[in-house]
């Protein structure tokens, strides 16, 4: 009883006094690092836009496939991961009463890892052993230390997902009976995901390792190929869940509102976490080999994340409804006067909620056959990517950064700080768009992607993309800007704004709402249920391809 008081008090504390100065400054430097990453791979993306528009020709020493290798190394992984990770240990030392020892070393260990692993697999890219892309999935092959690198990238990650189990797990037995706090519950989901994601892509590399060293002639490219897959489609979706969690929880706190329904918002967790995994075919579907019935499933799972999705654009824009109308809206439509647009806090994440409709239809679309055959290996698919990653996830990056940076720091955000995130939002909403809707249209005239700019001989075809690849470069343009402005205002807030408190956002229930059921914590089940949905999805085809397995392929260097 006197530990339970104790704890209690702790949380108190915490909560009356403002993050534990250990745990701010492991979140201070995971999020320092996610926001240069943004900084170099940033300045990388416009000498490949630049580059693709035919304005700026790359160096032989740093081509363009080095430079496209590694914009997607520094923002696919390192801006998410250590984003998301400082992010939710942050809210867990707000929420459970400040980080075990043990889990804050472990968070260390891990941040530790992954800056290793990812300078071992900058180092190859850099001396041109490494120019694989993200998706580094044979038959090209980069040198082995570069997947090493990637290996203690992912024991990093799994450092910082134990970390998070034993510190909701220690709660748990403290406060038997009660509901994990929601944003921790977040967490929990998050890293259930990354840990049981990554699993795959750690099977694929252990599988390239040896073959890039040539010890093994040959590899498996359809086993490669979707055990990435099964990493790769679900790594999209915990970046949403990321960016969800701040929709759901801060954003109403922000206009000054309550959250919807706890019992809806932890079903579409449970609902992302046990769906997501599979649905990996869904990025495989010109591919031979697979079976259209197993084709179909994914695409069927693939597109069953759209029922959560659905009800959070309900729960979220009934919030946004409800609390504009408390605060004096009227009308059909002119409670939307009432919200908060003036906030940088609001209108960043607003802005990637809207964007998340385009882009979730591009999602739809990927994910049918018919239309796949049309987009898949064009522009297309990277206007997409932008659309999801770079508006609807980033931009809520951007929107939870002007308050936890500064609740990390014990600062402020200031008048001018947040008239410049203002201009930094718009900046980078006109640039991401342009750029996107110049993707999208080039994939519907046939122009590829991961290609360097040529006009193929001066065809008439080729020619014709010119505009809209100019269009893309103005829009990339305008996204470095972006990118500078919101660099300088992590930095200022973190080191330099005034001193002061800073509140973490988070929005409490309806006063009448209905008591959430216990079963929504039996976090045991529904990882069980997710392995048997994972298990009937991928055993088949797995086994067929080992079985049945292909001649298989020697390594390829294609640069």
């Known amino acids: 009883m006197a530990t ?4 209690t008090f702790k949380e108190k504390a915490n909560n009356a006094l403002g993050v534990n100065p250990k745990d701010a400054v492991l979140s201070k430097s ?11 791979g940033g300045f990388l993306g416009l000498l490949q836009g630049l580059n693709r528009a035919g304005i700026l020709e790359l160096p032989t020493w740093f081509n363009y496939y080095q430079v496209l290798t590694a914009h997607g190394l520094l923002l696919i992984l390192v801006l998410t991961a250590f984003f998301t990770i400082g992010y939710f240990y942050a809210a867990m030392s707000h929420t459970l009463g400040g980080l075990l020892p043990k889990v804050r070393k472990m968070a260390w260990i891990g941040f530790g890892m992954k800056i290793f692993g990812f300078v071992m697999a900058v180092i190859p890219i850099l001396l041109k052993q490494a120019s694989v892309m993200f998706t580094f999935y044979p038959p090209m092959a980069a040198s082995p230390w570069f997947y090493i690198g990637l290996v203690f990238i992912v024991l990093g990650v799994w450092m910082c997902a134990f970390g998070c189990f034993i510190q909701v797990a220690t709660w ?6 009660q509901h994990v706090p929601i944003i921790s519950y977040f967490a929990t989901g998050v890293f259930i995901l990354l840990f049981f994601s990554s699993i795959p892509v750690a099977i694929e590399v252990f599988m390239i390792i040896p073959w890039a060293f040539g010890w093994v002639k040959t590899i498996n490219v359809m086993l490669a190929r979707t055990l990435f897959w099964a990493f790769g489609h679900t790594l999209v979706n915990i ?9 759901y929880v801060v954003v ?10 706890d019992t809806l918002t932890r079903v579409v967790i449970i609902a992302l ?14 591919d031979p080999g697979i079976s259209e019935s197993v084709k179909f499933m994914h695409v069927f799972m693939s597109l069953a994340i759209g029922f959560p999705s659905l009800m959070t654009a309900y729960a979220l824009f009934a919030v946004f409804e409800r609390t504009a109308r408390r605060n004096g809206g009227k009308g059909l439509l002119g409670w939307y006067k009432k919200m908060p647009w003036s906030d940088v806090r609001f209108l960043a994440p607003f802005i990637a909620m809207v964007a998340f409709i385009p882009a979730g239809a591009g999602g739809i679309v990927q994910s049918t056959n018919q239309l796949n055959q049309v987009v898949h290996n064009t522009m ?7 659309l999801t990653l770079g508006m609807t996830v980033v931009m809520t990056f951007f929107g939870i950064s002007y308050w936890l940076v500064p609740y990390l720091s014990g600062r402020v955000l200031t008048k001018s700080m947040n008239r410049l995130g203002l201009i930094q939002t718009w900046v980078w909403t006109i640039g991401m768009t342009t750029m996107a809707f110049a993707m999208h249209y080039l994939g519907l005239m046939g122009s590829p992607r991961r290609t360097s700019f040529t006009t193929y001989g001066d065809h008439a075809t080729a020619i014709g993309w010119n505009p809209y690849l100019a269009l893309l470069a103005i829009g990339g343009t305008l996204l470095i800007i972006g990118v500078v402005l919101q660099v300088y205002a992590v930095i200022n807030m973190m080191f330099f704004a005034p001193k002061g408190d800073t509140e973490f956002p988070i929005a409490e229930e309806e006063e009448n709402a209905s008591k959430t059921p216990y079963w929504t914590e039996r976090w045991g089940v529904w990882i069980v249920v997710m392995l048997v949905i994972v298990g009937m999805a991928y055993v088949i085809p797995l086994t067929e391809f080992i079985v049945n397995s292909p001649p298989g392929s020697p390594p390829f260097k294609t640069w």
């Not at 748990?172 to 009976?177: D, I, T």
């Not at 970046?239 to 929709?247: F, I, P, Q, R």
């Open 4 to 7: 339970v008081l104790a704890h």
């Open 30 to 40: 995971y999020i320092f690092v996610a926001f240069i990453a943004l900084l170099v």
């Open 172 to 177: 748990r037995k403290q406060h038997k009976g």
């Open 239 to 247: 970046w949403y869940l990321t960016a969800v969690s701040a929709w």
């Open 252 to 261: 109403p706190k922000l206009m000054g509102g309550r959250r919807w329904s």
């Open 273 to 286: 976490v046990v769906m997501n995994i599979t649905g990996g075919f869904h990025h495989q579907i010109v």
């Open 380 to 386: 297309w698919v990277v206007g997409h990517f932008h």
